[in-house]
């Protein structure tokens, strides 16, 4: 599954990250490694939003920890709490520790088991954990209270996401195109928000968007401005994901070329019934999820039809029967969500 979800989107190098102003995450490892020899409770939380790098940190972890690691995956959701990893070793690097619960009944033991073992273990415990799941078990399970350190990686500025593109893809990037062949610039947009009025009510209002890097911009020659606000355009769109932003660049690129209008949004104005926010909702938690498994965990809800929907609307892709957020939806469907009350 994992494999699927990795070919779709942009991968993402140890390199570019640190390059992007990520080297401080990755020293928190280095550290949290340190401890640990030193007799320190030093377990480990790496919390990411879907496509922002955890992977990568993951990877770091256990090459720096080298053989005293070993390595478990979790690419599904966990139904049996004996899949809880028994570490035999000094070190145990956890991937997808999000997929150890549903929210049904018993469908936290498989967690509880998992917590269980990494308390009463003297091994280290290096755990990655999709932060939308991760902020609600903190919130409901305490689940931080097994894990003394949480290495967060943070959106990145317009100058993060400008070298990470430049560490990915350069030196040689497309041309940075006038806006005139593509449209004019804006100084002032207006974006659709979702607002909470009830637990289940939400109303669409306009919000206007200064678009500052337009503005600050335009002193520079005009490479120079071009450059500048498709940078801060990247920025924006993706909320500082490295992996969102990667992919609104590969996918921004025309004829080798790239300007500002080229750089488009996803339309927020969501509007989902019941069915289909559930399963965008247990979709984005995990990050990726098999259709039959999301079938098994929302029996009363029509799954099928709702992916579809969901897909047809880009908000979810599909392919070989796993579904997954599109990266350029994550935040889009993130802010519904949080404006349903489904996310925290």
């Not at 337009?214 to 769109?237: I, N, P, Q, S």
């Not at 590969?250 to 559930?278: H, K, Q, W, Y």
Request: charged share 25%.
């Amino acid at each position: 599954m994992r494999e699927v979800v990795e070919d779709a989107v942009p991968d993402l190098p140890v390199a570019a990250l640190r390059e992007a102003g990520l080297g401080a995450q990755f020293d928190a490892l280095e550290e949290a490694v340190g401890g640990h020899l030193e007799g320190e409770r030093s377990n480990v939380a790496v919390v990411a939003e879907p496509f922002a790098g955890r992977a990568g940190l993951l990877a770091y972890a256990e090459e720096y920890l080298g053989a005293a690691a070993e390595r478990r995956s979790f690419d599904g959701l966990v139904v049996d709490p004996g899949e809880a990893p028994e570490p035999d070793s000094e070190a145990v690097v956890v991937d997808g520790c999000h997929y150890l619960y549903t929210r049904r009944v018993g469908g936290f033991d498989p967690l509880e088991r998992f917590i269980d073992r990494v308390t009463d273990s003297d091994a280290m415990f290096v755990t990655a954990w999709n932060s939308y799941a991760w902020d609600y078990l903190r919130a409901t399970r305490d689940v931080d209270a097994a894990f003394p350190i949480v290495v967060r990686l943070p959106p990145l500025d317009a100058g993060g996401v400008r070298d990470l593109i430049y560490a990915m893809y350069g030196p040689d990037l497309p041309r940075f195109e006038s806006t005139k062949a593509f449209g004019r610039v804006k100084t002032l947009d207006f974006e659709p928000r979702t607002v909470s009025l009830t637990r289940s009510v939400g109303v669409e209002v306009t919000v206007p968007t200064l678009n500052l890097s337009y503005l600050t911009a335009r002193a520079e020659d005009d490479v120079g401005e071009v450059e500048a606000v498709v940078f801060e355009r990247l920025t924006r769109l993706s909320e500082g994901n490295p992996g969102v932003a990667a992919a609104l660049w590969a996918r921004s690129v025309e004829d080798g070329t790239i300007s500002p209008a080229s750089v488009e949004a996803l339309d927020r104005s969501l509007d989902l019934d019941d069915d289909a926010g559930f399963v965008l909702l247990l979709v984005l938690t995990n990050g990726a999820v098999d259709r039959e498994v999301l079938a098994a965990a929302l029996p009363e809800v029509q799954v099928r039809r709702s992916l579809t929907y969901l897909a047809d609307r880009d908000l979810v892709a599909l392919s070989d029967d796993v579904a997954w957020v599109e990266p350029t939806a994550l935040h889009p469907a993130a802010e519904y969500l949080r404006g349903r009350r489904l996310l925290w």
